[in-house]
């Protein structure tokens, strides 16, 4: 399976190039809602070496991260799968940090943390060895405060930033080789418009106040 990644979710994006799971190329660019998505999916390509043609899967990081970032992802997946009918495929961002985590050896409980704003941080604990990556504690939602008291145990804990409410995480990035390698276990694609990134909170919006008149105008 000839597999085209991409992982938005965090500043530093990426595009990778795979097959059966064997990455052969991989582009990254950093600056968020600058990069140029399909510039440096070109060079991936480019460097495999396979044609926008020869794409039988695409996979895309669901985050959670970036909200632009992620969707810009899924849109491009989409697209791809309307143009040329392949199979899709998501992933979770913090599955992929967790197995960047492991090819870096840093093997053990390892817990992924992501900073979900509002005080707030997703987290989620891997048990990691040299032959696996396996979750034991899902993604979910909590404060900092509450995650360092659950966590006294865990031998690791990596993210894409280390903030202040965390200073001694380890910086470890989601990458689309970790995507590509990730989507290669799955048996089944996914549908376009069932392709949704990873959000734990139930979106919502606060409606504007009406205009302010000023007198006089």
Known sequence: MKTLALEFSTDRRS?????NGAV????????????HPFRFIASALA????????????AVGLGPGSYHGVRSAIAIAQGWQLVRNVRLCGVSSAAAIASEARRQARFGRVTVV???HRGEIYLASYDVSPERCQETEALR????ESARAQLGASQWVVGPEAPPWWPTADIVFPSAAAVARLAADRTEGVAGDRLEPLYLRQT???????????PGL
């Open 47 to 58: 460097d495999a070496p396979l044609e926008r043609e020869d794409v039988e899967c695409v």
């Open 141 to 144: 939602v909590a404060t900092p």
């Open 114 to 116: 992501i900073d979900a």
């Open 15 to 19: 595009v990778a190039v795979a097959v």
């Open 24 to 35: 052969l190329s991989e582009a990254t660019e950093t600056g968020g809602r600058e990069s």
């Open 204 to 214: 919502s919006f606060v409606k504007a106040p009406p205009p302010r008149v000023i």
